[in-house]
């Protein structure tokens, strides 16, 4: 099944930019959705973005559209750039791979350990 890591995470000021990356240590498969999710102290995991690894075709969450995007390279690589960050999006990201085009964290299968992002107005 392979291991997801994440990297790139950080404290960073309101309108700063960050990179998140997400390595897969095995294979994508062209029919795999890599997602990623948020989960600051006190509230829910919530669907941040998802890509379809073969068409890249990416869906956002209302909160972060226009701000967030998502992309993937080779081999294993998929890339979460964060702009115009906002206290709110403080929370641990973390990637996960599923094999539906879904929000829902349920149907992901393999998770990765997530990174802080720390956002301070």
């Known amino acids: 099944q392979g291991q997801l890591v994440e990297s790139g995470g950080g404290s960073v000021q309101a309108g700063d930019s960050l990179r998140l990356s997400c390595t897969a240590s095995?294979?994508?498969?062209?029919?795999?959705?890599m997602g990623w999710f948020r989960q600051a102290p006190g509230k829910e995991r919530e669907f941040v973005g998802l890509?379809?690894?073969?068409?890249?075709?990416t869906l956002y969450a209302d909160s972060v559209k226009g701000r967030f995007s998502l992309s993937r390279d080779s081999p294993y690589t998929v890339y979460l750039q964060m702009t115009n960050l906002r206290p709110e999006d403080t929370a641990v990201y973390s990637c996960?791979?599923?094999?539906?085009?879904?929000?829902?964290?349920?149907?992901?299968?393999?998770w990765g350990q997530g990174t802080q992002v720390t956002v301070t107005s």
């Open positions: 890509i379809r690894w073969h068409s890249g075709t």
């Open positions: 095995g294979r994508i498969l062209s029919s795999s959705v």
């Open positions: 996960a791979k599923g094999s539906r085009y879904t929000s829902d964290p349920a149907e992901y299968r393999i």
